[in-house]
């Protein structure tokens, strides 16, 4: 047995060490824009976009904003092209950003107010939008209150609702480089707005949010190479909707919401022991609506409606672990690190069929089954997770590597 392996080496990636510098949430440069609710966040490489929305003069936007957290600064971007919208989906795939759906009005109820199925992609570089297939759920009648999230380089919908008394449990999977849409495998918690999702890996965990008339504090995993469901632990606390949700590393994480008051609590989800964890409290005011997005290993969680209003605060959080001692034996090491090209591995481990790398907002950015050298040149320079797995496809070590 080889040296490296016989000292059982751990790995301590950011997050792990002194509890004195972890599970803290620190004060942000307001929200520049106006204050809001019910808008869309998410990240591409070192920023964060918040965008649509409703504000204090319940006027609903088509505006996208920047967030540099190198600066702590916001920047006005290019406005999205079509309606003014509330209660739409956003995300990233491949260093694009989404947006779509929602509905172009504060009420549903009000004449003339419009429910969106149109789908929109972002290009970072140009700042500049493009339309794509508008979203087919619910009959092409549009969709808004829905949850939306990314896997493996494909946009997910779920649920959400297309009038006062008409829920969705729908699944639907968009693949960018056809522009297609496809329906999977219904939501099996029911009809469900309002609802709140995170990712892991190849898996989607989807909860919570209102059925009808209720709130729910359920949760249900979504695997997408076997397109199928199955329930885990509820959250251990209030049923609630409008939550906000992130991923950092291999920890999913829910942030206050609405359960006919406002919650202020965090909670951490552990998929390798199916356990939640309570996490420090949200250092601002309780509110819902709100929007959350990673960065670099680190979550900010800002604007929605509070007690007294729209809401501008963000915070940033900094996590107490990603990875619990028992993940982080390693059986291999990677050498150069940092590297701009290439990095090799080294392992006497028989198990490792193949590796993938993720960003440190858990997304999925590649699969290797070399063993032996791993081209880096065409990621963008930051922290990366490179992920361990076997032949059934089981997480069996990981190491963080960065790229200059």
Not at 135 to 154: E, I, Q, R
Not at 216 to 240: G, H
Request: charged share 20%.
């Amino acid at each position: 047995m080889s040296k490296l392996l016989g000292c059982l080496i751990l790995l301590v990636l950011p997050f792990i060490g002194s509890t004195q510098t972890e599970n803290y949430w620190t004060k942000k440069s307001d929200f520049t824009g106006l204050k809001r609710e019910r808008a869309v966040g998410f990240s591409i490489g070192d920023f964060g976009y918040v965008g649509t929305g409703v504000d204090t003069a319940e006027i609903v936007h088509n505006d996208l904003w920047k967030y540099d957290p190198l600066l702590d600064t916001w920047t006005q971007m290019a406005n999205l092209p079509g309606s003014v919208r509330r209660n739409a989906v956003g995300f990233a795939i491949n260093d694009m950003g989404y947006i779509g759906t929602g509905i172009d009005s504060t009420e549903a109820q009000v004449p003339g107010a419009i429910v969106l199925n149109d789908f929109w992609q972002y290009n970072p570089i140009t700042n500049s939008w493009l339309q794509k297939a508008d979203f087919p759920g619910m009959g092409n009648t549009g969709l808004y209150f829905a949850t939306g999230f990314s896997v493996d380089a494909k946009g997910y919908i779920c649920g959400g609702k297309n009038g006062p008394n008409s829920y969705s449990k729908e699944l639907w999977e968009y693949k960018p480089v056809t522009d297609q849409w496809a329906r999977l495998d219904d939501f099996p918690g029911g009809l469900r707005y309002q609802l709140s999702s995170f990712t892991i890996g190849y898996k989607a965990y989807v909860g919570l949010g209102t059925d009808q008339d209720l709130y729910n504090n359920d949760f249900w995993e979504f695997d997408i190479t076997t397109n199928s469901w199955s329930q885990i632990q509820d959250l251990p606390s209030s049923e609630r909707s409008a939550a906000m949700t992130f991923t950092i590393g291999q920890r999913g994480f829910v942030c206050m919401g609405n359960n006919g008051g406002l919650l202020l609590d965090l909670w951490e989800y552990n998929p390798y022991d199916d356990e939640w964890t309570p996490r420090a409290d949200y250092e601002g005011s309780a509110r819902k609506g709100g929007v959350a997005f990673t960065i670099n290993g680190k979550s900010y969680v800002g604007i929605g409606k509070g007690y007294s209003g729209k809401k501008a605060s963000f915070y940033e959080y900094t996590p107490a672990s990603v990875l619990s001692i028992e993940e982080l034996v390693v059986d291999f090491n990677i050498y150069p690190n940092p590297s701009s090209e290439v990095i090799s591995i080294r392992t006497a481990s028989s198990k490792i069929t193949h590796f993938e790398i993720l960003n440190f907002s858990g997304n999925r950015i590649k699969e290797i089954y070399s063993k032996d050298k791993i081209d880096i040149s065409n990621l963008t320079s930051g922290n990366y997770i490179l992920v361990a797995f076997d032949d059934q496809n089981k997480i069996l070590s990981q190491q963080k590597f960065i790229k200059i």
